[in-house]
């Protein structure tokens, strides 16, 4: 396969065995979404999605938060880990957030990630999820996905990037960088992988034995 076939086989791989993805973590609006998203960093969704359940109650819109303290922050989302960096983090931003933006999200990445604890993928997270604008955030998952399939040469999450915008058009990456984890995590794991029980590995790998 080429480049452009293997981009239609995944594509359709990935469309059959996650039909309707949906992004994982709980949130209501861009602001809940993007305090989810910053929680999220080295940690699981299971427990991203326990912790805001209680953060929200409290509050879950920029006015709410900054009127926390650090502390009261911490103490909730220490399950997250980095608790310090993390409840700073969610505090400066929303008060940020009141200070330039009038409480909203902005919608553009510069402003974004202007934010204290957003980095490019956490805004182009926002940007495809909350906003549905073009971005193709790229987390462990998709990174390792992209090396092992043979569409990025470079471990660099950026150039992944920029080479699977190059390789899949863009109305399909709001889903497929969905699908994308969700394959990574059931059939294409960093650690045990067995290539048997993974289709699209398997596959490649036996495209690649029949040249």
């Not at 940690?43 to 819109?61: G, I, M, R, W, Y």
């Not at 043979?150 to 899949?168: C, H, P």
């Not at 794991?189 to 048997?196: L, S, V």
């Not at 289709?199 to 040249?211: A, G, N, R, T, W």
Request: net charge positive; with cysteine.
């Amino acid at each position: 396969m080429n480049v452009h076939e293997k981009a239609i086989f995944i594509s359709k791989t990935l469309d059959r065995l996650f039909p309707k993805p949906q992004i994982p973590l709980s949130h209501g609006d861009p602001y809940t979404l993007l305090i989810a998203v910053m929680l999220s960093a080295q940690c699981t969704d299971f427990v991203v999605n326990k912790v805001t359940k209680e953060l929200f109650s409290l509050a879950d819109n920029p006015r709410a938060m900054s009127l926390l303290s650090e502390g009261q922050i911490a103490e909730i989302v220490r399950p997250c880990g980095l608790v310090n960096h993390k409840a700073k983090a969610i505090l400066a931003t929303s008060k940020l957030l009141l200070e330039n933006f009038h409480g909203r999200v902005p919608e553009t990445f510069e402003e974004l990630e202007s934010l204290p604890g957003v980095g490019h993928k956490t805004a182009s997270v926002v940007m495809a999820q909350a906003f549905h604008r073009a971005a193709f955030p790229v987390d462990t998952h998709i990174a390792r996905l992209s090396l092992r399939w043979g569409l990025a040469e470079s471990a660099n999450v950026r150039k992944i990037e920029e080479r699977l915008k190059q390789i899949f058009p863009v109305e399909i990456w709001h889903d497929l960088h969905i699908q994308m984890i969700e394959y990574g995590r059931k059939y294409c794991p960093a650690k045990h992988h067995m290539i048997q029980n993974c289709p699209i590995c398997l596959k490649i790998l036996l495209d690649q034995v029949s040249l």
